[in-house]
């Protein structure tokens, strides 16, 4: 299938082969027949793309300071890795669409397949053949209402939330500022519900196309404020809507000066707000701005978990939104002949990017998509190279390919001579050509079973979010697959069981990926400790930084929380210095923020078998411009600091052992050895982990029973 998109490097569009996404539990997969081109908002996403590197950075200062931040605390590499990648990652354009389900996942209630639906949500609804797209963010299709037509619904919705901010009611009268395609439908809808409307906009044709204004101006040829007063029953108009898009501040000076006192201004435009204080507070106007299609826009358990908000307490959703949107269109209420100014196919979709990239003269532009003959598997080869002949070349299949893996793993793979990337797995495919084509790959996917059954792939590499980790994993092991899986191992004990017992019985071995006792930093500390006769005491100390609290890692279900998901790397390196295993923990912390649906904030001690201690300190409470790993070891009458794990004389560079971790389990794949940690380790360290967990939240010490092997069950907190 193709999809439209966008290199964010270059600006280039291209029309792109890539697998068809694969169907999720609560989402359908729709057979596009129309998208809508949201000529402002994709016309400002091409135009970032295409400038410089410092063009980008000045239209975003905030991504800059982000990435000098980075510099500072990860040295120089691995910020232009992780810039590089996310730089090369294709940017699917569009997010409004119409089409037929073709599949739909096991938890979906509302759809069959069959179904006409108008769908929404960017990199979701995007200008390609075939969409997989959230449940929340479909609506059926009304008897009536043409596909072409439902296609509007994404962009119809922004302008209804817009008349929704304003709350307008019966009776009175409204300016709308700006007639572009969201202020042509922001007058249709309030001349649907009985406003009267008064359309201005800069542009004669534009006032002039709209069939439902009782009255017009032209900004810089009519007198705007003498009209909008006289069409206003007594000093200017109850409302007014900005659908303009401009840098300056005009739009919402022009929307003081016609309002009457006590009047509302909604602001759905990305325009100026520098607003005028005077005009405003004299006549104590209501400013607001009106966000998207509505509530549950950019909230991932509404948009991606399929929960939706109670009716009682959210009457219109971005969904009810968009539903309402078609009933007035297919209640003959709207009419959108009018606004489709341009047709084109989907194969001509570039033909119609350069006509609006080059000033023609448009309204509505929509792509109209032939009907794909029938449902595609998720795989798609690759044309390659020749490959260079290495003796006992590993062959890598990656699963996942988000920003991690293309700026982390994938380049440290890569520079293994042992190792050969032959294939890439995503979940939604968007990514995957372009990951493949970079590391010349010979197929990508959005079935990572396919990568498991390939016969030609001896090395999985998992990579995926926390949820799918143990899953996968136990997977490739079954299949005869050496596996590499991401931390954590295992979100639960049962995970956590389920993956030993399939390492136990399966030829592959399993990796997990704890890189930081593969760095220089960690192996010259270890090396000092390897022949201490006392204990040692450790400090480990990690500004982790905030995430926004609805983050998929803060979920106990997908990312099982930042202490399963993050602070067993840390517990890992400890116990690697000790070589010993953990045998009590207590841990203590603040539960902020108090709404984090897992807690964030830990201080945990880990006393060793040896007698040894490590405290780790993991915190969101700090400067991120700080160090974000600080390391101290004492023994002996001597301490030794990791910072970072810098390197270099002026610590520009950053060695977290990525590199070294992928040679040595190369190595040990290819000379018949065991996986450089061993399971015992895995696996203590995340009894340990889910330990720190239970004295979080119990308050208590936690012991943990000593380890053996004869069975394959885990038992509390050890194994039988």
Not at 506 to 520: C, E, P
Request: proline share 4%; with cysteine; glycine share 10%.
């Amino acid at each position: 299938m193709r999809q439209l998109q966008q290199d964010f490097s270059s600006g280039e569009l291209q029309l792109a082969e890539i697998p068809q996404p694969r169907t999720s539990s609560n989402g359908v997969l729709v057979d596009t027949r129309y998208s809508l081109v949201s000529a402002g908002t994709e016309r400002a996403m091409i135009e970032l793309a295409n400038k410089t590197l410092l063009g980008k950075a000045k239209e975003r200062p905030d991504l800059a300071k982000q990435v000098i931040n980075k510099a500072r605390n990860d040295g120089l590499r691995s910020t232009y890795h992780s810039v590089r990648s996310r730089l090369d990652k294709p940017l699917p354009l569009g997010y409004s669409c119409s089409g037929r389900v073709i599949d739909v996942g096991d938890d979906v209630t509302e759809f069959s397949e069959g179904d006409l639906v108008a769908c929404g949500g960017a990199e979701y609804a995007t200008h390609a053949e075939v969409n997989h797209v959230p449940e929340n963010l479909c609506v059926s299709v009304p008897d009536g209402v043409s596909p072409r037509d439902a296609a509007f619904t994404t962009i119809g919705a922004i302008a209804l939330q817009g008349v929704r901010r304003l709350e307008p009611t019966p009776g009175e009268r409204i300016a709308v500022i700006g007639l572009g395609l969201v202020g042509q439908l922001a007058a249709k809808l309030l001349s649907a519900y009985g406003h009267p409307v008064l359309g201005i906009d800069i542009d004669e044709s534009k006032v002039a196309a709209v069939d439902e204004l009782e009255a017009s101006a032209v900004i810089e040829q009519d007198n705007v404020e003498y009209i909008a007063e006289s069409f206003g029953d007594e000093g200017g108009v109850d409302g007014v809507i900005i659908a303009a898009a401009t840098d300056s501040d005009e739009p919402v000076e022009l929307a003081g000066k016609i309002c009457r006192e006590r009047g509302r201004v909604s602001v759905v435009g990305d325009v100026g707000m520098d607003i005028p204080r005077s005009e405003y507070y004299e006549k104590e106007l209501d400013f607001r701005l009106s966000r998207s299609y509505g509530p549950g826009r950019y909230d991932r358990s509404y948009e991606e978990k399929g929960l939706d908000y109670p009716i009682g307490q959210v009457r219109w959703t971005e969904n009810r939104n968009m539903a309402e949107f078609l009933r007035l269109v297919g209640d003959g209420r709207i009419d959108l002949e009018g606004l489709v100014s341009h047709t084109y196919s989907f194969g001509e979709a570039l033909d119609a990017y350069d006509f609006i990239l080059n000033g023609g003269d448009y309204t509505g532009v929509v792509l109209e998509y032939e009907r794909q003959p029938e449902r595609e598997n998720g795989r798609l080869d690759l044309e390659s190279v020749p490959k260079r002949s290495v003796s006992n070349e590993i062959s890598v299949g990656v699963i996942g390919a988000g920003t991690f893996a293309t700026g982390t793993l994938l380049p440290a793979i890569s520079s293994v001579d042992d190792l050969s990337i032959a294939a890439v797995a995503t979940a939604t495919g968007g990514s995957a050509r372009a990951v493949g084509e970079k590391y010349d790959v010979d197929f990508v996917t959005t079935d990572y079973e396919e990568i498991v059954r390939d016969d030609g792939i001896d090395l999985v590499v998992v990579a995926t979010r926390h949820d799918l980790h143990a899953e996968i994993a136990v997977s490739a092991l079954e299949a005869g697959k050496d596996v590499h899986v991401e931390k954590p191992p295992a979100l639960d004990r049962e995970e956590l069981s389920a993956l030993v017992e399939a390492e136990r019985s399966a030829d592959g071995r399993l990796m997990v990926g704890y890189n930081r006792r593969f760095s220089d930093p960690a192996r010259e500390i270890a090396d000092e400790l390897a022949g201490r006769e006392t204990p040692f005491m450790a400090q480990y100390r990690i500004n982790a930084g905030s995430v926004p609290l609805d983050h998929w890692t803060l979920d106990p279900e997908e990312g099982g929380g930042r202490i399963v998901g993050e602070v067993c790397h840390f517990v890992d390196l400890i116990q690697y210095f000790a070589e010993s295993s953990p045998s009590r923990v207590y841990a203590c912390g603040p539960a902020v923020p108090e709404d984090s649906p897992t807690r964030q904030n830990v201080q945990a001690t880990v006393e060793l078998e040896d007698g040894s201690t490590g405290v780790i300190t993991y915190t969101t409470l700090g400067d991120d411009s700080d160090d974000k790993e600080h390391v101290e070891v004492f023994h002996g009458e001597r301490s030794t600091t990791i910072r970072d794990f810098k390197t270099g004389r002026l610590g520009l560079n950053q060695a977290k052992g990525f590199e070294s971790e992928f040679r040595e389990f190369a190595s040990a794949i290819q000379n018949g050895q065991s996986a450089p940690i061993g399971l015992e380790e895995i696996v203590q360290t995340s009894l340990t982990t889910f330990a720190i967990r239970e004295s979080l939240t119990e308050s208590e010490v936690v012991e943990l029973s000593p380890m053996s092997f004869p069975g394959t069950s885990i038992e509390g907190r050890g194994f039988d």
